[in-house]
């Protein structure tokens, strides 16, 4: 079994920024989604375990960043030009027997999932 532990969320005014992190030990590929109220949980960015690979959901390419510190067993999401659009909870997610530079989009590729963390963005 593997656990994930998720911080860093909070609330912010909109252009701020927010740093999410999920602890995590293994050779893993990772991921952030997000789940707003009301919708269906989406994928926000993913990681090889290598960390050479990423991959980001068009809404927030260019304002988010996904990285990794092996060494640590830290995932990473910074979060830049926050918008109230970006409201929901972040959820880190895991897939363990990987190649290490490959990266997954889908939440059925992924086996083991954070309890996640709420992101509000005030307009």
């Known amino acids: 079994q593997v656990q994930l532990v998720e911080s860093g969320g909070g609330l912010v005014q909109a252009g701020g920024s927010l740093r999410l992190s999920c602890a995590a030990s293994?050779?893993?590929?990772m991921g952030w989604f997000r789940q707003a109220p009301g919708k269906v949980r989406e994928f926000a960015a993913a990681?090889?375990?290598?960390?050479?690979?990423?991959y980001y959901a068009d809404s927030v390419k260019g304002r988010f960043t996904i990285s990794r510190d092996n060494a640590k067993n830290t995932l990473y999401l910074q979060m830049n030009s926050l918008k109230p659009e970006d409201t929901a909870v972040y959820y880190c997610?895991?897939?363990?027997?990987?190649?290490?530079?490959?990266?997954?989009?889908?939440?059925?590729?992924?086996?083991?999932w954070g309890q996640g963390t709420q992101v509000t963005v005030s307009s």
């Open positions: 990681i090889s375990w290598s960390g050479i690979r990423t």
């Open positions: 293994g050779r893993y590929a």
């Open positions: 997610a895991v897939r363990n027997g990987v190649s290490p530079d490959y990266y997954y989009t889908q939440t059925g590729e992924y086996r083991y």
